[in-house]
């Protein structure tokens, strides 16, 4: 089993920034892949970014390409994502995920095993 724990959201003017963590505990292998995925009011669940435990693939939603970066300390079992120039558009719950999945299925919630509870990301205007 594995439990993932967000830390770092809150309320941010619109240009601000904020770092999301995710802390992983129990059993992780470096065939993860972890991912943030987010959920704002009325509308699905969408993919914001995602980073495998080893190597160096990462991938991002079109939407917050060139804003948002995600990485890892495999020493902490942490992973990142730096939001900067966050958008009202950007408020939602933002959740971890991680999962033993392939590059192809990154972006894919389902593909996703463990999730962490989320935590509120608000962009005022």
């Known amino acids: 089993q594995v439990q993932l724990a967000e830390s770092g959201g809150g309320l941010v003017q619109d240009g601000g920034s904020l770092r999301l963590s995710c802390a992983a505990s129990?059993?992780?292998?470096?065939?993860?892949?972890m991912g943030w995925f987010r959920q704002a009011p009325g509308k699905e669940r969408e993919f914001v970014a995602a980073?495998?435990?080893?190597?160096?693939?990462?991938n991002y939603a079109d939407s917050v390409k060139g804003r948002f970066t995600i990485s890892r300390d495999n020493a902490k079992n942490t992973v990142y994502l730096q939001m900067n120039s966050l958008k009202p558009e950007d408020t939602a719950v933002y959740y971890c995920a991680a999962g033993e999945l392939y590059i192809a299925t990154m972006t894919r919630a389902s593909a996703y095993t463990y999730w962490g509870q989320g935590i509120q990301v608000t962009v005022s205007s």
């Open positions: 129990g059993r992780i292998f470096a065939s993860y892949a």
């Open positions: 980073i495998r435990l080893s190597g160096a693939n990462t």
